[in-house]
């Protein structure tokens, strides 16, 4: 549920990391507030530790992000999101835990 996440309220330095394999997603340092009841950030740590694979289960074209390792789904990216990207990565709360800096 939006608003409701642990990962949303996270305003420290640090790395979020996958829940199942703890493969490291996003840095603190690319996370913003979207107004969505999401976590998002700009881009995540590497491109390599997520994939983005088409989504139209809810008869509209997103696209999924997954972690690479364990294929968990993470959340979603979209083309609305602030520079230097443009893109919001709007994550599960749930699939992620915070590790301080």
Known sequence: ????????????????RCICCDTALFSSQTKFESGTGWPSFWAPLAKDNVAELPDNSLGI???????????????HVFNDGPAPTGLRYCMNSASMRFMKA
């Open 61 to 75: 074209e997103r696209t999924e992000v997954k972690c690479v390792r364990c294929e968990g789904h993470l959340g």
């Open 1 to 16: 549920m939006p608003y409701s996440g642990v990962s949303l309220n996270e305003h420290g330095r640090g790395i979020f």
